[in-house]
DNA sequence: GTGGTCTAGACCACG
DNA sequence: GTGGTCTAGACCACT
């Protein structure tokens, strides 16, 4: 049944990435771990932006940006639901953004000169604790 | 003896890195490998600006930033050299200064709903293969 | 609450130093005299370059900066912040710099004849009248 | 009776100063510690630039720095040689200077949070350990 | 020739 | 409104 899910989100002022997508990120994580299931209610727009304390249009453009993913999807009149998971990418473009995603992680091990093992062990150890579901 | 350093980069427009940020990390990569070696010496501004296609400024502001971070240094009137590599950063920056990148490519495999397996696998592959030197 | 900082900075045109370089002094100054707290909001780029008269280019280069050393953190959209205090570097590299910092004093001392004793009685009233926090 | 004095300058690749800034810094020091006395005799522009491994153009602008500022005087068709100590500057531009570099040294001691008492320690080592003699 | 700095004006994403 | 980035062109000091 769908039901309006407890959730928990906050914003770091101290992040560099903008507020609509740690918002983005947050609940992307929370949906891939399981935290909110397909069907869950999703908070309202003005009410997730009060709970944050930011601007309405920030909550809604992330919510936007949710939903053209497909992660959520809405249902007129009702709200926002997590929606079932669907691949949107295809492979070729799978891979081209982890590519990317790689590229960036791994000039900032080299910034930093972190020891190449001991980087590749902080990776291995936040992915495995998310216990991620849904992955292609 | 310094040498001027054959010398390659490219920057994509498919990147969400900046120009400047682009040049930075692949300076900084080509340093770490041992691709390019202390004392060598470094295009000019002027030149490698007309080899990517940028304006001059970009190219100076990315030079400013690795010799800020004690990547290069500039000998008045003759040019910007690698340097002498150096740590700069303490234990508590570097380790806070990893997890942010940690953080940031495990939204990003959420995001496109890789196996994380795989993508460890990747980011092992990528950093084994380049090989890097001086690593804490 | 954060707030706008009143906010007074003047550049000199006899100071060797860059007008942006000026800048970064000053706010760091302002910063760890206290004058400047955490989640104070700084004058905005134009804004600041209005009121000195230079470019907004120069302010946002010193603000970069600023934030690259951490001492700034930006929010998107709302404007630069006092970050908390944290130190970045290692022993050796503060070292190495207070060693440059100094042999550059002691040149000038040097080359104006200035009497050594009395050179040290000003460095140490000047130190002494910032009544500075967070240091190591 | 006017000598060559036995003479060890060198310029140091990864220093921030200009090179002719560098040899103008050193030979000031070695008159004001009595390492080279008045009526001593210079190596010429030629010698100390193949010395040095610089263009004869910046040790020569080196000295007539040297010069104009009243260190060095010289000798037509003998040389240049150590000038007799002489004051060029009067109080209030010495004092202005002084204080320029007091600026330049605090700005240093609080970028990197270095302990204010240290660095007075720092300073007043360094001065000391020259024994200065000429001082006003 | 080299890099460093400043000005001027433009476009973008964000809130 | 905010900062971030890039382009364009200029002047300076240094070698």
Redesign the interface.
């Known amino acids: 049944m769908p039901q309006v899910a407890p959730f928990i989100i906050t914003v770091a ?2 992040d ?1 990435r ?2 609509a997508r740690q918002i983005v ?1 947050a609940i ?2 929370r949906i ?1 771990t399981g935290e909110l299931r397909v069907d869950d209610k999703l908070p309202s727009v003005r009410g997730l932006a009060q709970q944050l304390g930011v601007n309405p249009n920030t909550v809604s453009k992330a919510y936007a940006q949710l939903t053209a ?1 497909g992660w959520l999807c809405a249902r007129a009149g009702l709200g926002l639901f997590v929606a079932e ?1 669907r ?1 949107q ?1 295809n492979g070729h473009e ?1 891979e ?22 001991a ?2 062990e ?3 150890g ?3 604790s ?1 216990n ?1 579901r ?3």
């Open positions: 002022t101290g560099s903008s507020i990120d992307r994580l891939s993913e998971a691949d990418l799978r081209r953004r982890l590519s990317l995603a790689v590229d960036r992680f791994v000039s900032e091990v080299v910034a930093i000169r972190y020891p190449p093992e980087a590749v902080k990776v291995a936040a992915l495995e998310l991620l849904n992955s292609a």
